[in-house]
């Protein structure tokens, strides 16, 4: 029967080819299929039959891939779907993620279960719901503690924070109570990179299998927070964009870049046209980007506030101060130059440094000073009043450093 097959689908071939050498070579079907013609390559042409042949001949094996169990329970399935509805929800992430713990809590008759970020130095939960304060779960972990006890949620925690592994469990103590912990980590699908971590808390004695249900969620949960975060990051970046031309910084209660920039326009026209003197100042808060990684965003832009406040009670009244940018401040001094700022400036240290600010204590500044000469244009102001900042910086800061055309 086979041998019947291979030759059908070889004849198949042989009639259909020949039709089309008839059809290119113009000449007769009779002489295409018995090969009466001057350009037939007898090898080819037998050796391409023979392929047919011994192909058609071969059994062809089919494997099937057997697909893997999915280990999920009735009720899993059913808190999957409901938690897939939840998380395509258009409601804030907080309320979304204590609904699905609320379904899984329901659903699964677990004891509770949490969901939390990866932050700097910490991991922070995300969900809020009521049964977490009951068993003892805190609001945030810090895995690099020293001496974590090795049965405790926190040593648990750090574990999956620190290392690669993606699901762990584990018996632990809380409150005196003994737990079964179930954590599976969520990433970044982008990237890979770890964002945070899904963890179900069980009876000591529950030994229900959890792993593929935990796969599943921590990849919805992965997708809503990345998407949070972006919505967040848009947020932000229209608010700086906003903010870099408004006239007023509503943040720190200061003049914004546009108004900055307006006055300068406005002084160095003056200066082109009446000779009168004008000093341009930058200053950039030391170490900032430290406090920033130590405090909540909230708490860094109280700071930043607190010390734009003591800056320009030393200004005068026909200066301007004002944000430079996000990282810098700047004063547009009238009528000074740059002898005059550096002696206004050295003021404007003196009485920083005698103050003190809650939480940090001290502060100091590094500042830039340049002065509007006949043979500048306003780029160059900008770009040697920012370069004297650089350099002041790269003496490590508390620094002034003068820069003036020459």
């Known amino acids: ?9 070889v004849s198949i071939y042989w009639f259909l080819d020949s039709y089309q050498v008839m059809q290119n070579l113009n000449i007769s079907y009779l002489q295409a299929v018995i090969l009466d013609y001057n350009q037939v390559n007898y090898f080819i042409k037998f050796l391409i039959v023979a392929l047919f042949f011994i192909v058609s001949l071969t059994p062809i094996k089919v494997t099937h891939t057997p697909q893997k169990e999915t280990n999920h329970t009735p009720d899993q399935f059913t808190a999957i779907s409901k938690i897939s509805d939840i998380i ?8 979304q993620l204590n609904s699905v713990v609320a379904i899984m809590e329901k659903e699964l008759k677990v004891q509770t279960s949490f969901i939390a970020s990866f932050e700097h130095e910490s991991i922070l939960l995300l969900n809020t719901n009521d049964s977490l304060k009951k068993i003892g779960i805190k609001e945030k972990y810090l895995p690099h503690h ?29 409150n005196g109570k003994s737990f079964k912990v179930l954590v599976k980590s969520y990433k970044s699908k982008k990237s890979n990179q770890k964002l945070g971590l899904v963890a179900i808390v069980l009876d000591s ?40 031309f408004s006239s007023i910084d509503t943040q720190l209660n200061i003049a914004g870049t546009s108004k900055l920039q307006e006055m300068i326009n406005h002084e160095v026209k003056r200066s082109q046209r009446y000779g009168t003197k004008l000093s341009l100042i930058l200053i950039e808060i030391d170490h900032m980007k430290n406090l920033s990684n130590i405090f909540s965003e909230d708490e860094t832009i109280c700071l930043k506030k607190d010390i734009a406040s003591v800056l320009k009670r030393g200004v ?68 040697r009043a920012e370069s004297a900042l650089k350099v002041a910086h790269e003496r490590g800061g508390n620094s002034i450093e003068v820069k003036i055309l020459v």
């Open 1 to 9: 029967m086979k041998i019947i097959l291979s030759l059908s689908i």
């Open 88 to 95: 395509l929800s258009p409601v804030p992430l907080h309320k």
């Open 146 to 174: 020293d001496n974590l006890a090795s049965n405790s949620l926190d040593n648990l925690l750090s574990i999956c924070f620190l290392e690669k592994r993606g699901f762990f469990d584990d018996i632990v103590i809380i």
């Open 205 to 244: 004695e529950d030994n229900t299998d959890y792993s593929n249900f935990l796969l599943m969620i921590s990849e919805q949960i992965a997708f809503t927070v990345e998407l949070t975060k972006k919505k967040e990051e848009a947020i932000k970046a229209q608010n700086r964009y906003n903010a870099q």
């Open 316 to 383: 005068r009244e026909t200066d301007l101060f004002g944000k430079w940018n996000d990282e810098h401040f700047a004063i547009v001094a009238p009528d000074i130059d740059f002898r005059a700022a550096k002696s206004f400036v050295d003021k404007l240290n003196r009485n920083l440094q005698e103050h003190r600010f809650s939480k940090v204590g001290k502060i100091t500044c590094t500042y830039g000073i340049t002065s509007f000469s006949a043979k500048d244009t306003i780029g160059e102001l900008r770009k």
